[in-house]
């Protein structure tokens, strides 16, 4: 669910939260579904892992290799790292196109999502920098943490700009705010 709430999030923190229709949700909610479902009968299809392999996994404490993912396992992974990528894609052409005030919220949320694609990457291939730990789960939870923090209700006056520059921009007629000093402080689109 993690990659699918991800670029729900990135896709409405940009502002194209109209793209979000009822119909949208459903198909984006297929995948996670399925692989929920194919997660529960593994053992009768084999499509996520190899049934065979479970038992030395679950007796031991390392995770699944690479090498036992079943084809399931690669299209998820794929359709994971697509949908945080696409939502990347999205926040950055928002960080580019944004005043400095959000860029740096923009950019812990990619960052959020570029430790957890890499904390991915290193549980795949075995290569973890705290062996007893998931890189995933590390990354998930520092990333997780951090993108509270900034959306957090703490930070309300952040919140108001957004709100205000929405709200500012989608009126449409013309409106010009002009400072004491008689120069334009602020004009909508």
Not at 113 to 127: E, H, K, N, Y
Not at 136 to 153: E, Q
Not at 161 to 188: L, Q
């Amino acid at each position: 669910v993690t990659p699918t709430a991800f670029l729900c999030l990135a896709l409405r923190f940009s502002g194209l939260g109209h793209v979000l229709t009822n119909r949208t949700r459903l198909l984006l909610s297929i995948f996670p579904v399925l692989t929920g479902g194919l997660i529960l009968t593994n053992e009768i299809h084999g499509l996520v892992w190899n049934p065979a392999n479970t038992a030395a996994y679950a007796t031991s404490r390392e995770f699944l290799a690479a090498g036992d993912a079943g084809i399931w396992y690669w299209a998820f992974i794929t359709y994971s790292y697509l949908a945080m990528g696409v939502g990347c894609f999205f926040l950055i052409r928002l960080s580019i196109r944004s005043h400095r005030i959000y860029r740096w919220q923009t950019s812990i949320l990619i960052g959020a999502a570029v430790l957890a694609i890499l904390g991915s990457m290193l549980d795949i291939f075995r290569v973890s920098p705290l062996p007893p730990f998931s890189a995933t789960a590390l990354g998930l939870a520092i990333g997780s943490i951090s993108v509270a923090y900034i959306l957090s209700p703490l930070r309300r006056r952040d919140l108001l700009a957004v709100t205000r520059t929405t709200v500012f921009n989608s009126i449409s007629d013309a409106i010009i705010v002009v400072g004491d000093d008689k120069r334009i402080m602020d004009i909508n689109l």
